[in-house]
Nanobody, 122 residues
Framework: VQLQASGGGLVQAGGSLRLSCAASGSIVRINVMGWYRQAPGKQRELVATTTSGSNTNYADSVKGRATISRDNAKNTVNLQVNSLKPEDTAVYYC?????????????????WGQGTQVTVSS
């Protein structure tokens, strides 16, 4: 399963951004889709996730500022972040976990997108 992320770029502090991610391939079901980020010199961290049942989970650092949404029919996930701060600067990665078909078998998958840079200027 492949993930293609888009969006990001250079944004002023206080501004907003919207990231999108589309999954493609032999998808049986996607259980969880989400966004993670990695700032220079830091470990990759969770930003937000959403399940197929639309349960959501947010990092404390973005709660109240971020909204994750998902289209199960299109296998897409979006992340809207408002009131951006310089500390939101990072490479943002899309993630998906679920079931795929390999040969004649159904098996688990966990995929990452290619990463998209978000830079927030002060």
């Amino acid at each position: 399963v492949q993930l293609q992320a888009s969006g990001g770029g250079l944004v002023q502090a206080g501004g907003s951004l919207r990231l999108s991610c589309a999954a493609s391939g032999s998808i049986v079901r996607i259980n969880v889709m989400g966004w993670y980020r990695q700032a220079p010199g830091k470990q990759r961290e969770l930003v937000a996730t959403t399940t197929s049942g639309s349960n959501t989970n947010y990092a404390d650092s973005v709660k109240g500022r971020a909204t994750i949404s998902r289209d199960n029919a299109k296998n897409t996930v979006n992340l809207q972040v408002n009131s951006l701060k310089p500390e939101d600067t990072a490479v943002y990665y899309c993630n998906a976990e679920g079931l795929t078909i390999k040969g004649i078998a159904v098996t688990n998958f966990a995929s990452w997108g290619q990463g998209t840079q978000v830079t927030v200027s002060s």
